[in-house]
């Protein structure tokens, strides 16, 4: 290929990275191979497989994006080059996983030399580095816990193992990973530990074992993440129904508490509330070090709100600053794309940053924001928290499975709406409003006294409420 088409060929991966995301290009494109012949745009891999799983996966963006970067006519083809090193693919819904390991897999030739360190570290780890560092980390009540044990973790590697941290979406999981991953990384450098860090999503994971199943070898796999010092895995739910993927994870996690490594582990919900993944790996989770991370406080998305105007080179008053982090309250994507339009709205406009601009241009994700409440969706979410029919909480049925719930309903329509006694009492089966001012006494005494109400395992009430509150921002 001549200079002229590897330029092209560079512009065009530089390009596929900005469609189809860091990561995606990770997982099916940076280890296939572009070749541009004449008219022709070959992507090459080394099996059908792969190169199916490829075409399947983002065979439309390499279309699409080639025709902007190349401007010409020209077609795109795949071929089978088995001299390419084989990309980290995945599974298409054409082809589910394997329910078994393959015989063949664990017999297929490999290469008999262990890949070099620095080799596994960058094609596994290095799909995305959003953050650097743990200290631009902001700290508050909602997540000290976990940054604490981060800290730990990284001052004695294997003392908190693993370390299982689960929460909502946009509260930091990703950023408090991806900090130890990176300062793990350095720290072995400079020679303070041994043992390759790897980071990965657990759709890279299962990716990969598929890969290893279909052709690449299950000795080579087994030995790029069991002689880890430092296994870092995100999105630990999509695990979820990948009983051969489960099986292969169960056995790297006991290979790597067995040698005394770290592991680290970040989820939706508790390991408690993974229990599709089954018995063994929830108990895993859970004998580690558990952090749930929360929605952050005023004080903590003053900070982010602050820290981010400051990333964004952005020059913000204090009031401005407390108003964005007053009325974003549910997670710092929120904080960050209330700054950014705030910053295109007075760019626009030609106008300084000011409380009246803030208020004015943010005037409508203000609102989508702050949605009122209904006893309608009190009532959905409490159904969806706890495996309900719907009118469940209507119903005559007093068994604790229901009537706990029912009573939390009414708490939260206390708690959030301005609906009556009478309203709310009638609303949840024509129930007089005494029950509703005894449901209030009894979930508050649950909440002083830090009690489990006995049901959906061991979640206490304060468990319980943050799940429906959970159910009630994502609705």
Same mark, same amino acid.
């Given at each position: 290929?001549?200079?002229?088409?590897?330029?092209?060929?560079?512009?065009?991966?530089?390009?596929?990275?900005?469609?189809?995301?860091?990561?995606?290009?990770?997982?099916?494109?940076?280890?296939?191979?572009?070749?541009?012949?004449?008219?022709?745009?070959?992507?090459?891999?080394?099996?059908?497989?792969?190169?199916?799983?490829? #075409?399947?996966?983002?065979?439309?963006?390499?279309?699409?994006?080639?025709?902007?970067?190349?401007?010409?006519?020209?077609?795109?083809?795949?071929?089978?080059?088995?001299?390419?090193?084989?990309?980290?693919?995945?599974?298409?819904? *054409?082809?589910?996983?394997?329910?078994?390991?393959?015989?063949?897999?664990?017999?297929?030739?490999?290469?008999?030399?262990?890949?070099?360190?620095?080799?596994?570290?960058?094609?596994?780890?290095?799909? #995305?580095?959003?953050?650097?560092?743990?200290?631009?980390?902001?700290?508050?009540?909602?997540?000290?816990?976990?940054?604490?044990?981060?800290?730990?973790?990284?001052?004695?590697?294997?003392?908190?193992?693993?370390?299982?941290?689960?929460?909502?979406?946009?509260?930091?999981?990703?950023?408090?990973?991806?900090?130890?991953?990176?300062?793990?990384? #350095?720290?072995?450098?400079?020679?303070?530990?041994?043992?390759?860090?790897?980071?990965? /999503?657990?759709?890279?994971?299962?990716?990969? +074992?598929?890969?290893?199943?279909?052709? *690449?070898?299950?000795?080579?796999?087994?030995?790029?993440?069991?002689?880890?010092?430092?296994?870092?895995?995100?999105?630990?739910?999509?695990?979820?129904?990948?009983?051969?993927?489960?099986?292969?994870?169960?056995?790297?996690?006991?290979?790597?508490?067995?040698?005394?490594?770290?592991?680290?582990?970040?989820?939706?919900?508790?390991?408690?509330?993974?229990?599709?993944?089954?018995?063994?790996?929830?108990?895993?989770?859970?004998?580690?070090?558990?952090?749930?991370?929360?929605?952050?406080?005023?004080?903590?998305?003053?900070?982010?709100?602050?820290?981010?105007?400051?990333?964004?080179?952005?020059?913000?008053?204090?009031?401005?600053?407390?108003?964005?982090?007053?009325? +974003?309250? /549910?997670?710092?994507?929120?904080?960050?794309?209330?700054?950014?339009?705030?910053?295109?709205?007075?760019?626009?406009?030609?106008?300084?940053?000011?409380?009246?601009?803030?208020?004015?241009?943010?005037?409508?994700?203000?609102?989508?924001?702050?949605?009122?409440?209904?006893?309608?969706?009190?009532?959905?979410?409490?159904?969806?928290?706890?495996?309900?029919?719907?009118?469940?909480?209507?119903?005559?049925?007093?068994?604790?499975?229901?009537? +706990?719930?029912?009573?939390?309903?009414?708490?939260?329509?206390?708690?959030?709406?301005?609906?009556?006694?009478?309203?709310?009492?009638?609303?949840?089966?024509?129930?007089?409003?005494?029950?509703?001012?005894?449901?209030?006494?009894?979930?508050?005494?649950?909440?002083?006294?830090? *009690? *489990?109400?006995?049901?959906?395992?061991?979640?206490?009430?304060?468990?319980?409420?943050?799940?429906?509150?959970?159910?009630?921002?994502?609705?």
């Amino acid at each position: 290929m001549t200079t002229r088409g590897k330029d092209i060929i560079a512009d065009l991966r530089a390009a596929l990275v900005q469609c189809v995301g860091a990561a995606r290009y990770d997982l099916w494109l940076r280890s296939a191979n572009l070749v541009l012949e004449d008219a022709t745009l070959f992507v090459e891999s080394p099996n059908r497989f792969t190169l199916d799983a490829v #075409r399947n996966q983002v065979g439309q963006e390499i279309q699409q994006t080639a025709a902007i970067v190349v401007g010409a006519k020209f077609t795109v083809a795949y071929r089978v080059n088995e001299l390419v090193v084989a990309p980290i693919s995945g599974k298409t819904d *054409s082809q589910p996983e394997c329910e078994s390991q393959q015989s063949t897999g664990d017999t297929a030739p490999i290469d008999n030399v262990p890949q070099p360190a620095d080799a596994v570290d960058a094609s596994v780890s290095g799909y #995305r580095r959003r953050f650097e560092s743990l200290e631009a980390f902001v700290v508050g009540s909602s997540n000290s816990l976990a940054f604490k044990s981060a800290e730990i973790v990284l001052e004695k590697p294997g003392s908190l193992s693993p370390l299982f941290v689960y929460g909502p979406t946009g509260v930091g999981k990703t950023h408090l990973l991806e900090g130890i991953y990176s300062a793990f990384k #350095r720290q072995r450098q400079l020679s303070r530990f041994g043992g390759v860090p790897v980071y990965l /999503s657990a759709e890279q994971f299962t990716s990969q +074992f598929l890969e290893a199943l279909h052709g *690449s070898g299950l000795p080579l796999f087994r030995r790029k993440y069991r002689d880890v010092g430092l296994l870092v895995i995100d999105d630990v739910q999509f695990f979820v129904g990948k009983r051969a993927t489960l099986t292969e994870l169960l056995h790297t996690i006991d290979s790597l508490l067995g040698a005394n490594r770290q592991l680290v582990f970040a989820a939706d919900r508790a390991p408690a509330s993974l229990t599709a993944l089954g018995p063994e790996l929830a108990a895993r989770f859970a004998g580690g070090m558990v952090c749930r991370i929360d929605a952050p406080d005023y004080d903590t998305r003053l900070q982010i709100v602050r820290q981010l105007a400051g990333r964004f080179g952005m020059t913000i008053s204090g009031s401005v600053a407390a108003y964005i982090a007053t009325h +974003f309250s /549910s997670h710092a994507r929120e904080l960050s794309g209330a700054l950014k339009r705030l910053e295109a709205s007075s760019l626009a406009l030609d106008r300084p940053i000011t409380l009246e601009l803030a208020g004015h241009c943010l005037a409508d994700l203000v609102h989508q924001h702050h949605q009122p409440v209904r006893l309608p969706d009190i009532e959905k979410a409490v159904c969806e928290v706890f495996g309900l029919q719907p009118d469940s909480l209507k119903s005559n049925r007093k068994a604790k499975e229901v009537s +706990f719930p029912r009573m939390l309903a009414m708490f939260l329509a206390r708690k959030y709406t301005r609906s009556p006694l009478s309203e709310i009492g009638n609303f949840f089966g024509q129930r007089a409003h005494s029950t509703v001012i005894s449901a209030q006494k009894k979930i508050t005494a649950l909440i002083s006294n830090g *009690s *489990s109400p006995g049901v959906h395992g061991s979640w206490n009430v304060d468990e319980a409420i943050r799940r429906v509150e959970e159910q009630l921002r994502a609705s």
